[in-house]
């Protein structure tokens, strides 16, 4: 009998496994694909795009209008509340990973006119005497790095909330997502503009121990905490950070700067730049790095496997945006190839099943300010997430 009951249950759990192999995935069924040979993919182009630069980097003249002359701008979140939108980015004097850096915000209310950058998360001096794991420097008068996969959250009671984190990175190779960072941080963005405080919603375990290791040895002023914990907050900032912190799609799209193998991230693989959406059965849709995808039953604490490239795909190290559209379509935005150009979208009826591929953006311009890890082409798209706003004209 003993053995009969291991038999079924052995049984079941291959069943199980089974049905998550076989789960329905995102795939593309068409039959465009983009020309490598051509800087637009030879695609048709969409009819009615409209490209809005929000900001024009100048070295030369700088300005409140253009970030002051800070030349590496990348990484935009957005956002669309109180009838406007909202859009941060990563900003660094020319090169990634290569300090000071900080984050800026804009706004604007129709899409076409943008206020001049201000800025969201300033530049925050790393501890003196921080260490890395199996790294031999010390932190002396170093600025940490501004990197983050998420930017917005609109909580319950209808609040803006910004996120960012601060990484850190000893030389140009360094990676500031390694998960030695110093931590995750939120603030408010209220309705007349200003900001509220910043406090930390993560703490990477090195800076955490570090930070209480200084206390306990009575250090400089400069190895205490930077900003305080979320717990020592405002009412409704700690019940924001408790919605976020229980929210498992945004946690997923904390595990590269969060430390690795921590139980809070539902999923431990490196796989980079997490977007999802709702399907219409009520899973969710996942999608990284390379058109990797994966659905969830659970609202995102577990994940069908293997995650795999979703097959017919093309699609490199640049990120790809999914989205449920308002008429309940769904769209990916990406670039399908083994460059970051062209841009190009690609619809489905159902969430799963891509039929379609055309342009969005062809133009490969020529790079006016070089720089670490700078790369050709329209790329890195990202849209707004789920929870975050729809604008009233879509």
């Known amino acids: 009998m003993k053995r009969l009951c291991a038999f079924l249950l052995l049984l079941t759990a291959v069943l199980q496994l089974s049905a998550q192999t076989n789960a329905k995935k995102i795939h593309y069924t068409g039959k465009t694909l983009s020309n490598p040979n051509r800087h637009d993919g030879g695609l048709s182009p969409v009819v009615g795009v409209h490209n809005i630069q929000i900001l ?25 509340w109180n009838d406007q939108f909202y859009v941060h980015y990563l900003c660094d004097p020319k090169d990634e990973h290569v300090p000071p850096s900080h984050t800026l915000y804009q706004t604007s209310k129709d899409g076409y006119n943008w206020s001049d950058p201000q800025i969201l998360f300033p530049e925050v001096q790393v501890p003196e005497g921080f260490q890395k794991p199996n790294r ?87 190895s205490r905490e930077l900003f305080p914990y979320y717990t020592k907050a405002d009412k409704a900032t700690r019940k924001a950070c ?32 997490y977007c999802d959406y709702t399907l219409p059965d009520g899973q969710i849709a996942a999608l990284w790095k390379h058109a990797l995808t994966s659905t969830s039953a659970d609202g995102g604490l577990t ?63 020529p790079m006016r300010y070089g720089g670490n890890y700078k790369s050709y082409g329209p790329q890195y798209v990202r849209g707004i997430q789920e929870g975050n706003g729809t604008d009233r004209g879509a």
């Open 56 to 80: 024009r980097a100048n070295r030369e003249h700088p300005s409140e209008s253009n970030g002051n002359g800070w030349t590496y701008n990348h990484q935009p979140m957005m956002a669309y």
């Open 136 to 222: 031999p420097e010390k932190a002396h008068d170093l600025i940490a790095i501004m990197h983050q996969r998420v930017g917005w959250y609109v909580s319950k009671s209808g609040q803006l909330w910004a996120l960012g984190n601060y990484g850190v990175a000893f030389d140009k190779k360094d990676d500031p997502n390694d998960g030695n960072g110093l931590g995750r941080v939120i603030r408010e963005v209220r309705k007349d503009g200003s900001l509220g405080p910043i406090f930390f919603i993560y703490l990477n375990g090195g800076y955490s121990r570090f930070s209480r290791d200084s206390r306990q040895s009575r250090q400089s002023r400069d």
């Open 242 to 273: 408790e919605e976020l912190l229980a929210n498992p799609r945004y946690r997923m799209q904390w595990v590269e700067e969060a430390d690795r193998n921590d139980p809070l991230i539902p999923l431990h693989k490196e796989y980079k730049a």
């Open 303 to 365: 994940w069908t496997q293997p995650v795999e490239r979703a097959k017919g795909f093309v699609n490199s190290n640049a990120k790809i945006w999914g989205q449920r559209l308002s008429d309940g379509t769904y769209a990916t935005v990406y670039n399908p190839s083994e460059y970051r150009w062209p841009l190009a979208i690609s619809l489905s009826s159902d969430g799963y099943e891509y039929t379609t591929l055309n342009l969005v953006q062809g133009e490969v311009p």
